[in-house]
């Protein structure tokens, strides 16, 4: 069976420091990955999405990227962090043909920006 | 992706009782639609799906009503459980199939 993990769980951290969360998936090959964030009370907003190895689309313009090293591996980094990216951060992951199928999220990682 | 709402509306029901939650959704060419359950502090979690030939899907307990006239769909759970307390999302895959727009979700309360 398919599993999901990210981690930390959770973090905080001061504005201006750097920032990693990794997201692996197991159980699948050459999965759509996903990274969402969700501010609190609010709905998801899709951040980047990636259809293969060193493939990255973004959705919004803003202070994160996104990489992916490896099929099932997808990596959310900041250079320097803002106190407007506090959040809620989910990975998820589908068959190809996204949009046409459900996607599948992680746990989640709650990062504070202090 | 875009921004959703400020407020999270929430419907309170009672324990046993039916309920229903509502979602205006944004494009007219999306054709396939899910419905996501997040408890607190998780991942969302897939209920159901409806795709647009269809007006009505049955699950376990749950029914989904879509109606592509108003860009509306709707989830209706059948003798609502407290471990059905959580926030859910409707979710369209508006943008030519290629990723989900999710709405800005509902907080379902059930009152004992």
């Known amino acids: 069976s398919q599993t999901i993990h990210q981690w930390p769980a959770t973090l905080v951290q001061p504005v201006g420091s750097p920032l990693s969360l990794e997201c692996t998936v197991e159980?699948?090959?050459?999965?759509?990955l996903y990274w969402y964030r969700q501010a609190a009370g609010r709905g998801l907003q899709l951040l980047f999405y990636?259809?293969?190895?060193?493939?990255i689309s973004s959705e919004v313009p803003q202070n994160l990227s996104a990489s992916r090293p490896q099929d099932r591996q997808f990596i959310l980094s900041s250079k320097k962090l803002l106190l407007s990216d506090s959040g809620f951060y989910l990975c998820a992951w589908s068959v190809q043909l996204a949009g046409w199928g459900e996607q599948y999220f992680g746990p989640g990682t709650r990062l504070t920006v202090t | 992706g875009e921004s959703v709402g400020l407020h999270l509306p929430t419907l309170s029901v009672q324990e046993g009782d039916n309920s229903i939650i509502n979602c205006a959704y944004s494009n007219s060419a999306s054709d396939y639609f899910i419905w996501y359950k997040q408890e607190s502090g998780k991942g969302p979690q897939f209920i159901i799906d409806?795709?647009?030939?269809?007006d009505k899907r049955q699950g376990q307990r749950v029914t989904v009503l879509l109606n592509k006239t108003v860009k509306h769909l709707s989830l209706q759970i059948a003798a609502t459980q407290p471990g059905d307390s959580a926030v859910y999302f409707c979710?369209?895959?508006?943008?030519?199939?290629?990723?989900?727009?999710f709405g800005p979700g509902t907080r379902l309360s059930v009152l004992p």
């Open positions: 990636s259809v293969g190895i060193g493939q």
């Open positions: 159980g699948t090959s050459n999965p759509n």
């Open positions: 979710a369209e895959n508006g943008n030519y199939g290629q990723n989900f727009v």
């Open positions: 409806i795709r647009s030939n269809m």
